[in-house]
């Protein structure tokens, strides 16, 4: 029992710990666009069409997947059907 206790205790304390360690969509965009944008009109300019899909690909797997969508809901209007 105490043991059981004890580990809930502790996934409890890791789940909250790790909530705080993630950003935001947009912070992640903002902190990595700029070089994302230099990187790719480098490759435009060689046309390296396959070094364009990497960068992309490498941006969403490395840089924003994992990060939480902000709240941009800023009103509380009903939909009226």
Do not use: C, W
């Amino acid at each position: 029992m105490k043991r059981s206790l004890l580990f809930l205790m502790f996934l409890v304390t890791s789940m909250l710990s790790a909530q705080g360690n993630t950003i935001s969509f947009s912070q992640a965009l903002n902190m990595h666009l700029p070089k994302y944008i230099q990187d790719v009109e480098n490759a435009i300019v060689l046309q390296e069409k396959d070094t364009i899909t990497h960068l992309f690909d490498a941006l969403v797997k490395n840089k924003l997947i994992g990060t939480h969508f902000d709240d941009f809901n800023g009103s509380t209007q009903k939909v009226v059907e």
